[in-house]
């Protein structure tokens, strides 16, 4: 049963357009998603995250919106550079326990074309 | 430089035997967090522990076992390894250990079992 799910394994944008990546879950009890950038040969870097007291949350070219309802959380880009190319991942965490885990997704490879 | 250690960087070896594998976390850190990544998969949620005591476990084999020393550096052991567990192994760290911390991965141990 995967409680995070990246649908699209792979996305490819032109540098300058919009890259949005989409993320779905299943636990309603995750209140704190975060999304994590992974170039090859390295591990994983924090990207940006949001609170389920939030609907959106931003940082420079990036933006992340949670529909708490429809239980999904989108990463927007804009604009999307060639150095953006990497996989990124989605994750999830219930704050109601005493441990950080997070859910991780499958992960989405972006390619931004030139 | 994510401040998260891990050694080795490769590692091969065959059926039937056993490896550990190392973390050290950023300085300041207190709580190490174990993850798996096989191929084209997501991260594996497998341990974590915050200043040595076990804080969460996810689906880790009866085969692996991990700990947190005084010293804050954690091993995770592979025994009796199967061609199955060749995959890339992520340590993390975090500074409380909650649900709301950034993990900060380490470049990743690559496990091959031939």
């Known amino acids: 049963d995967q409680q995070v799910k990246q649908n699209s394994p792979s996305l490819s944008v032109q540098e300058g357009r919009i890259s949005i990546l989409n993320c779905d879950y299943t636990?309603?009890?995750?209140?704190?998603f975060l999304w994590y950038k992974k170039y090859p040969a390295e591990g994983p870097t924090f990207l940006i995250s949001?609170?389920?007291?939030?609907d959106k949350n931003e940082d420079g070219r990036f933006t992340v919106f949670l529909n708490k309802s429809a239980k999904h959380l989108s990463l927007h880009i804009v604009p999307s550079q060639p150095g953006d190319s990497a996989v990124y991942f989605c994750?999830?965490?219930?704050?109601?326990?005493?441990?950080?885990?997070?859910?991780f997704g499958d992960g989405t490879t972006l390619t931004v074309k030139p | 430089d994510s401040g998260v250690t891990q050694t080795p960087k490769h590692l091969i070896t065959a059926t039937g035997q056993r490896v550990t594998l190392r973390c050290s976390p950023r300085?300041?850190?207190?709580?190490v967090y174990w993850y798996q990544q096989s191929l084209d998969q997501g991260l594996q949620f497998l341990i974590q522990?915050?200043?040595?005591?076990?804080?969460a476990k996810g689906n880790i084999l009866e085969r692996f076992s991990a700990q947190q020393f005084p010293d804050l550096h954690s091993e995770l052991n592979l025994s009796s390894l199967e061609l199955g567990d060749s995959a890339l192994y992520f340590c993390?760290?975090?500074?409380?250990?909650?649900?709301?911390?950034?993990?900060?991965f380490g470049p990743g141990t690559r496990l091959t079992v031939l």
């Open positions: 993390a760290s975090s500074l409380r250990g909650e649900a709301r911390d950034t993990q900060y």
């Open positions: 636990n309603s009890m995750f209140d704190y």
């Open positions: 949001i609170s389920s007291i939030k």
């Open positions: 994750a999830a965490s219930a704050r109601d326990t005493n441990a950080g885990k997070s859910t």
């Open positions: 300085s300041g850190d207190l709580s």
């Open positions: 522990y915050y200043n040595g005591e076990e804080r």
